[in-house]
């Protein structure tokens, strides 16, 4: 599948990485969901109470934030792999595409407005992503950029066949 | 019976009068007119205006430093809205230029892709489902593999595009590479070459410049038989 003599670090072949994409989003809820209903739960307890309730909002509040960052990224990530499969390209549509069938899914049970709503507005989400990634990527990792190998000369060119 | 409500709704007063000072509105005090007495009422009114801040007043109203501080918040506010529009237009017009437009390399990877798969010395060699890819990468975030690209300009001011990316079929696998140059007055890009190489079969070529050029006769050989540059 892949080039022998290069390792590849890249990431786990299409149907595992679903699996890893879910717990990653999953943590990252979780992890998020931890700081935001900690200062949460502590602004909004009174005095003397406040450790006790940060903790008691986190405890409730940052596993439900974390479920709904997995069921997204694992939903994200499998109409990823799909799109993928049925494209047989990888290229930045594949994020579109998915993130059109992902936002249609999960509002899926608000009627058909609201599905298509929903799919619209997170296709453009996932294509500013992109978008923002490829500026990131441009700006920052100019370097790290895969690269071609410059022009290849006419006389390399000349002794091929044509 | 006034005498006997008059304890009641004077206490009433009291409470909503504090109320008035945030709330000023007419109509509670033309509820309690009849009640309470019309003194205590306009005093009450003069301090729901007197309490309003600086953030309220007319601009001839300011004192000097207040002209200051609005200036300084409104222009602060400007500058915010101004750099988000900015930050907006750029990501946008970077999205375009780079997914959404015909000559980006997305959209160039999808039409070699698809002529590859139409191309039938292509799939005799790679065989069905020919699938393609870039460059392996050790970003953890990126989903897809990145395809080796670049556009640069010579000094000629030609734009010469070149990318190449694996393709993968179910008999075998190859590299597809493809030069393009966009002369200084033209939209489009022509192709210089477009090749299908497999490791140990010959170069398949889509698409070869130098064809084109001798077709034209000795025009493009250059000057004293020499190419100089591209």
Known sequence: ????????HSRDPCPWVVLSDFGGAFAMGAVGGAIWHGVKGFKNSPSGERSIGALTSIKARAPV?????????GLFSSFDCAVKGVRQKEDPYNAIIAGFFTGGALAVRGGVKAA????????????VIEGVGIGLNRVTAGGSRPQNPGLPSESSTEALPA | MSVQLSTP????TLRSGIRAIRVPGSLIHAHRRPFSDTRANSQKHKIAITSSSASSKKWEELSKSQKFARTASTGASFVTVVIGAVLTGAILAMLYTEVFAPNSIPNWFNNIHNRIKADSRCTKLLGERIKAYGEPTSNRWARNRPIASSIRKDKH?????????????TVDKGVVKAHLTKRPGESNYEYKYLFLQVPGKARVYLENG????????????GLFGVQWGW
């Open chain 2, 9 to 12: 709704v004077r206490s009433i």
């Open chain 1, 65 to 73: 934030l974390g479920g709904n960052f997995g069921v997204w990224g």
């Open chain 1, 116 to 127: 298509r709503n929903s799919a619209i507005g997170c296709a453009c989400l996932l294509a």
């Open chain 2, 210 to 221: 130098r064809d084109r050029g001798s077709g034209e006769g000795g025009k493009k050989k």
């Open chain 1, 1 to 8: 599948m892949r080039q022998s003599n290069l390792v590849d």
């Open chain 2, 157 to 169: 001011g030609i734009e010469h595009l070149i990318m190449h990316f694996n393709v993968e079929g």
